[in-house]
């Protein structure tokens, strides 16, 4: 649908059956992803997934998806996810870190994606 629905109903396209079968998707997801992840801990506890928001937010903008909308792709997404899993699991498996270095390694790469993207944004500004 893009950015704005109105332009997405004046074209003809079905807004709320889109919107509809999208959360939908979504929320299947979401219901695999959760079994599967107390499937892998043996265990179904909500306190489990704490602080894993951060995780897959910094999965997705390190595969260049704009946090204001509108740039990204399920690829760069795949390759987010990928870089993030190795540098987490390069800094958990070092063995001479303390667990915080791998939090504070995924918040810089994480400032640092969002540095590229708005420079990014900033060239496209000014060369219009």
Same mark, same amino acid.
């Given at each position: 649908?893009?950015?704005?629905? =109105? ?23 979401? !219901? ?9 801990? /043996? !265990?179904?506890? !909500? =306190? $489990? ?29 795949? $390759? ?10 390069? /800094? ?24 590229? =993207? ?11």
């Amino acid at each position: 649908m893009g950015n704005s629905e =109105q332009s997405a109903l004046l074209m003809g396209l079905p807004v709320a059956r889109t919107k509809i079968t999208v959360y939908a998707f979504s929320g299947l997801c979401s !219901a695999l992803a959760g079994i599967i992840f107390s499937m892998s801990l /043996l !265990a179904g506890y !909500a =306190q $489990f997934a704490t602080g894993m928001e951060l995780d897959s937010i910094a999965a997705v903008v390190i595969g260049g998806t704009a946090l204001s909308g509108g740039l990204g792709n399920v690829i760069g997404t795949l $390759f987010g996810v990928m870089i993030h899993g190795t540098i987490v699991s390069i /800094l958990e498996f070092n063995g001479t870190l303390s667990s915080w270095w791998t939090r504070i390694g995924v918040g810089l790469l994480t400032l640092i994606a969002i540095g590229i =993207q708005s420079l990014f944004a900033l060239r496209k500004t000014s060369s219009k």
